[in-house]
C-alpha cells in the first residue's frame, strides 16, 4: 500500500513540475469563478462563545498583469457567514447568518522561476451586508496559493486566506478573523 502511494505521489508531483511552464506570468489577463470556504478559529473578539463560526460563498477574481510577476487583483462576490449566537436583525427578526458582499483590491506576486505557480497574495476592499446593522466594513486579507494548469489556458486556482474585518453587529467594534480556503476555474485570455 505505501508502494502504491508514493507511485502516486511522484505522478502528481512531476505533473506538476511538467505544467509549471504553463503557469500564470507575464501579460496574460485572467478570470476565475470560485468557491470560498472558511471558519473564524478566533470567534468576533468579544468572547469564546462564538469560535467556529462557518462561512461559504462564491466570488469572482479578475488579474490584470502590472509587470511579468506581479498582478493587480479585484476580487468582488457573496458570503454567507454563520454565527454561532443569535442576532436581531434592522426589522426586528432574528437572524444566525449574515449576507455579505465583499468588494477587494490588491496584489498577487509569483514566486519566482522553479516556484513560479506559486504565489502570496493581499487585498483590502469594502464588505456590504445585507441583513445587519452594521451597514458596512472594512475588510483585508492576506494568504498564499497554487496554480495549477489543466492545459490550454485553464487552470485551477487553490489558496488559503487570512481575512479580517467582517462586522455583524453596530453595538460593538469587533470585526470577525477568519481562515477561508479558496477553490476556483481561472481562465486566461490571450
Keep these: ?21 504553463t503557469a500564470q506570468t507575464g501579460s496574460k489577463v485572467s478570470l476565475s469563478a470560485g468557491f470560498e470556504v472558511g471558519t473564524s478559529p478566533f470567534g468576533d473578539n468579544r468572547n469564546q462563545d462564538n469560535i467556529f463560526n462557518l462561512d461559504a460563498g462564491l466570488n469572482m ?3 490584470l498583469p502590472v ?21 436581531t436583525s434592522r426589522n426586528g427578526d432574528v437572524i444566525t447568518n449574515y449576507h455579505y458582499f465583499p468588494v477587494k483590491g490588491g496584489l498577487r506576486y509569483y514566486l519566482p522561476k522553479s516556484l513560479r505557480f506559486v504565489y502570496v497574495e493581499g487585498e483590502a476592499g469594502k464588505s456590504f451586508v445585507a441583513n445587519s446593522p452594521a ?13 495549477v494548469p489543466l492545459g490550454g489556458r485553464s487552470s485551477f486556482d487553490l489558496s488559503a486566506l487570512y481575512e479580517h474585518g ?12 477568519g481562515i477561508a480556503f479558496r477553490f476556483a476555474y481561472r481562465y486566461q485570455f490571450k
Excluded: V, W
Design 166 to 177: 467582517y462586522k455583524t453587529n453596530t453595538n460593538y467594534d469587533f470585526p470577525t478573523i
Design 1 to 21: 500500500m505505501r508502494k502504491i502511494i508514493i507511485c502516486i505521489i511522484l505522478t502528481i508531483t512531476s505533473f506538476l513540475i511538467k505544467q509549471t511552464a
Design 135 to 147: 451597514p458596512s466594513s472594512f475588510i483585508y486579507s492576506g494568504g498564499a496559493g497554487l496554480i
Design 61 to 63: 477574481k479578475s488579474e
Design 67 to 87: 509587470l511579468p510577476a506581479l498582478h493587480l487583483t479585484i476580487t468582488a462576490g457573496y458570503l454567507d457567514y454563520a454565527d454561532n449566537n443569535l442576532k
